[in-house]
């Protein structure tokens, strides 16, 4: 199960790895809280179930929660994939699908949580920026990392030519995470450290 809010270039990548690589697992479906999203059309078209769930049609964020977990467990999901997903969840929602729910960030988590990373990297001239797959808990963008990656930043970057360079990485380590989760190779440890069952 794959939430996004926009293009889901992210959901691509791990839907045509999971083809690709015959992952146990398929895509039983993607929602997005924006029904234009332009990746829900991509999703549809290769036939998974493809849900517009629009957050302004509910009164609140609780009572959006709650229609999305219950438009989720529908499909009874082993895992939910938050590629792009520009929501804050509530506390009651992340502790539903705790330990199964994970997120992709374009920074090097714990530095740059929240949003305009690209921009505050710049600023505070990083030499190397990233992207962060991790377990979601209730705090914005913390929770046990999976992976990471590390790009440079260059002389001359924009906010919009980091953001490519990362993208491009984002690309590579999420399916590569959520293979893993899949495959029952993460365990989280009671420091809450993410270990890899086979050293991967
Ligand atoms: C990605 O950069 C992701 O890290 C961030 O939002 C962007 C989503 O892109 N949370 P896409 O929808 O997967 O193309």
């Not at 791990?14 to 029904?35: F, H, L, M, T, Y």
């Not at 999305?68 to 699908?97: C, K, N, S, W």
Request: glycine share 8%.
């Amino acid at each position: 199960m794959i939430l996004i809010s926009g293009r889901g270039s992210n959901m691509e990548a791990i839907q045509k790895a999971c083809v690709a690589e015959g992952w146990p697992a398929s895509v039983v479906a993607v929602i997005s809280n924006r029904p234009q999203a332009g990746g829900l059309a991509w999703a549809q078209a290769q036939g998974i179930a493809a849900v517009g769930l629009d957050h302004r049609a509910h009164a609140d964020r609780a009572a959006f929660d709650a229609a999305l977990a219950e438009e989720i467990d529908r499909h009874q999901p082993d895992l939910v994939v938050l590629a792009g997903f520009m929501r804050i969840l509530t506390p009651e929602f992340v502790a539903r699908y705790a330990g199964r729910l994970l997120n992709i960030h374009p920074s090097l988590l714990p530095s740059f949580g929240g949003l305009h990373t690209h921009e505050r990297a710049l600023q505070a001239g990083c030499k190397f920026a990233g992207a962060t797959v991790h377990f979601v808990t209730p705090e914005l963008d913390h929770g046990p990392i999976v992976i990471q990656a590390a790009v440079p930043v260059r002389q001359g970057d924009t906010p919009d030519t980091l953001a490519e360079r990362i993208l491009r990485c984002e690309h590579v380590i999420y399916p590569r995470a959520v293979r893993w989760f899949v495959e029952d190779r993460l365990e989280v440890d009671a420091a809450g450290v993410v270990r890899h069952l086979d050293g991967a």
